[in-house]
């Protein structure tokens, strides 16, 4: 038995179409600037307070048909920090010091450090020695970075 089809003049838009759940993989990184004393402070900072609070993913339409997201779901990748400290470098890598303000006293010509008034510097040469540090050594191999 066959339905009675009914309303084959004006046949909705929608009707044989299908519907398809499509999974899109991401990868995300992050880096922070934290102000701390040592590299185990700035990463203790981040890890008690940094991190995916949440991910808000773009729907919208597609010749007026909605593309709505179903679900979602990530995870942190102490992996991913494992592979890039060992092909790229440090995920900790000092930026910036904050250091004395080197200024020229007007009266005496004579270069000072001002600890009353610092600045912030990326140089590394006006860092203070115990601060200066070689990362650790990548490996250098054939195959390709695996991200």
């Avoid at 038995?1 to 003049?9: A, E, H, I, P, R």
């Avoid at 299908?18 to 040592?38: F, G, L």
């Avoid at 990530?74 to 092909?87: A, F, L, M, R």
């Amino acid at each position: 038995m066959t339905n009675k089809k009914v309303g084959l003049d004006k046949k909705h838009q929608d009707i044989g179409k299908s519907k398809y759940r499509v999974r899109q993989h991401y990868t995300t990184w992050v880096e922070y600037d934290v102000i701390a004393n040592s590299k185990e402070e700035a990463q203790d900072a981040v890890r008690e307070h940094g991190g995916l609070e949440r991910v808000e993913w773009e729907e919208g339409y597609y010749k007026d048909d909605p593309v709505e997201v179903y679900c979602s779901d990530w995870n942190h990748d102490s992996e991913g920090d494992s592979d890039y400290e060992k092909y790229r470098g440090p995920c900790v890598k000092k930026v910036e010091e904050c250091v004395p303000y080197e200024e020229q006293d007007i009266d005496t010509n004579e270069w000072i450090d001002n600890y009353e008034d610092p600045e912030w510097t990326s140089d590394e040469y006006r860092w203070t020695e115990e601060e200066k540090e070689d990362g650790p050594k990548m490996e250098k191999t054939k195959d390709s970075i695996p991200f």
